[in-house]
């Protein structure tokens, strides 16, 4: 009898510790639920607006869509080539005080880091906008694409200046 009280108190015993664990972890998750929510509105204040260059909604190509952030304002395009036509256009100082650039890649549709995205041009894919700089975070990707879809040319962002726009967009 003796030995089965002390059972059944060693039971609670653990029964209390764990419930007391469980209730830890439970406010821990809900914490860092709270923390992942903020997070999530950080990357959702983008707001997908009409096209900066083109004044098409944005929204529209979810495939092509840019986002640049420059002089703390984010600037939305409906795909790179709209982007590239505005940062070739001198008259404004974005090209020169970027701090973000989410381009979307061609393979994932993810949005990824467009100052190391690889660019493909002269392909028989073309964007909403017509020829356009085609982005992948891998250069593997690219140059698959590249041999898949006739392309020409891969570009690193750096190497995107005013004459390649000129010379890859006509
Ligand atoms: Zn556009």
Redesign the pocket.
């Known amino acids: 009898m003796k030995q089965i009280f002390y059972s059944s108190l060693i039971f609670i015993s653990i029964f209390i510790i764990n419930f007391s664990c469980t209730n830890k972890t439970t406010q821990e998750e809900e914490n860092t639920e709270v923390s992942e929510s903020t997070s999530d509105k950080t990357e959702q204040k983008y707001e997908w607006t009409d096209?900066?260059?083109?004044?098409?909604p944005?929204n529209d190509f979810p495939n092509w869509q840019v986002m640049l952030k420059a002089n703390s304002e984010n600037l939305a395009?409906?795909?790179p080539?709209?982007m590239f036509i505005h940062l070739a256009d001198s008259s404004n100082n974005v090209a020169t005080s970027i701090e973000k650039m989410e381009v979307t890649d061609y393979y994932t549709t993810q949005k990824i880091d467009g100052k190391t995205a690889f660019y493909v041009t002269g392909s028989d894919k073309t964007s909403?906008?017509g020829k356009d700089f085609v982005p992948f975070a891998k250069k593997e990707d690219a140059q698959n694409f590249m041999t898949e879809h006739n392309g020409k040319k891969i570009y690193s962002f750096g190497e995107i200046n005013k004459e390649a726009v000129v010379l890859e967009l006509k």
């Open positions: 096209c900066q260059n083109c004044g098409m944005t395009f409906c795909a080539r709209c909403p906008m």
